[in-house]
């Protein structure tokens, strides 16, 4: 069974710091992504990072927020910094499998109060 599991929300004042996990089981994957989708918004992409550790990043979160992967582990992070009210959302890993399928993970909510 393929999982991918999100943990390290919660939450935390603007200005502040979370590191985000998403350990995945069950595939190996080329390609993981971090999304988040905010209340009466679309999902959208934040990160991604390939196997290889080429990473990018939304306009919005460039200079803050830092994706990295431990492949030894399947386990991808966002290291969140200088967090705004307006990062606020449910943050969602994706992940590409060597077998060309997509999959999500159940969420992780993330909280910015000002």
């Known amino acids: 069974q393929v999982q991918l599991v999100e943990s390290g929300g919660g939450l935390v004042q603007a200005g502040g710091s979370l590191r985000l996990s998403c350990a995945a089981s069950?595939?190996?994957?080329?390609?993981m992504a971090w999304y988040r989708q905010a209340p009466g918004k679309q999902r959208e992409f934040v990160a991604g990072i390939n196997s290889g550790g080429s990473a990018n990043s939304a306009d919005s979160v460039k200079g803050r927020f830092t994706i990295s992967r431990d492949n030894a582990k399947n386990t991808v992070y966002l290291e969140m910094n200088s967090l705004k009210p307006e990062d606020t959302a449910v943050y969602y890993c994706?992940?590409?499998?060597?077998?060309?399928?997509?999959?999500w993970g159940q969420g992780t909510q993330v909280t910015v109060s000002s």
């Open positions: 994706w992940g590409h499998s060597t077998f060309a399928y997509e999959y």
């Open positions: 069950g595939s190996i994957f080329d390609a």
